[in-house]
């Protein structure tokens, strides 16, 4: 049974040590890693060194290596986004004056090609832990962000009222108040019939949009400040905020000129799936790759021979419960 592991462990250790070259065996079959005068280390030393936690990392990422490489295909995507990584790593180590070529030698590398590989692996574990959680997604999920999430783009006219910049905190708060009594002088002359194009040549800061009588296109959730999208998404079509609306760039006045119709769910489902997807990824809360891959491990049957490692895999998987 330890034999079983043993052999998974010493392709970690070869590759490593000696880079895949043919390495000389003792009498009794064991192989040599190294050797000082009075003592040859043998793998079978190098496998008693390693403590528990070490071995069973290694196993795990061979079994992982195994699975994403059965589950996800090398193609044109996965090269292109390796070799953008690979790129920026090259440029990280050549960017402070070091050797690449060195540095990759100091990590076990013997070439490009073999960092590249590993990139390309963790691109597929990555992959393997998202489809993971694509499958785990309910209809109610989808249709639920569908409802509260997805709306038709569009098309405003604003006028934003910057605050000055001033020197000290005081004198910062006086400024915010005047721009934002500008604002309501702007929602005042409109209330008496004042022209809004007119008023956005007058008053607005913005000055991208003022040629265009303050009009903004396109307007969504995911291009435009929070507060902004909210306030013009409560608007009627023609209809104009009734007091100042408020985010970092300063006070703004909003006209709503059109809203396009919400797409369907059929138009947009790919879409949502891959947000709530990348919202379960990056869940801070949790360890989403390590909890994935544990559920994906059991689908492969994951038995160990080795009471030791067993032992040592379900604490870790444990813990990983426990913190989520």
Sequence with gaps: MKNKIL???????????????????????????????????????????????????????LIDKFIAENEIETNDDIIDKADAQLEQIRYNFESTGQDFQQALKSYGFNDEDELLDEIIIGIKIQKVAENYYKEQLTDKEIETYYEEEI?????????????????????????????????????????????????????????????????????SKDTHVLEFFEASLELEEGEYTKTPVKTTYGYHVILKVKQDEKPSLEEVKDMIVDELVAEKMNDATTNPTQVAWAEVRKSYNLEFFDTNLKTTYEANISLLNTKN
């Design 7 to 61: 052999g998974l462990l010493m392709i970690v250790c070869l590759i490593v040590l000696t880079g895949c070259n043919k390495v000389p065996k003792l009498a009794n079959g064991q192989e040599l890693v190294a050797r000082i005068d009075g003592k040859d280390i043998t793998v079978e030393d190098l496998y008693d060194a390693f403590d528990n936690q070490n071995k069973t990392s290694a196993l795990i990422n």
């Design 151 to 219: 709306f038709g783009e569009m098309d405003v006219r604003h006028i934003l009222i910057k605050p000055e910049q001033k020197d000290n905190d005081e004198e910062q708060k006086e400024a915010i108040e005047e721009a934002k009594k500008r604002a309501e002088e702007v929602i005042a002359k409109l209330d008496e019939g004042a022209n809004f194009e007119d008023l956005v040549e007058e008053y607005s800061d913005d000055t991208g949009s003022v040629e265009d009588g303050g009009l903004i296109k396109d307007v």
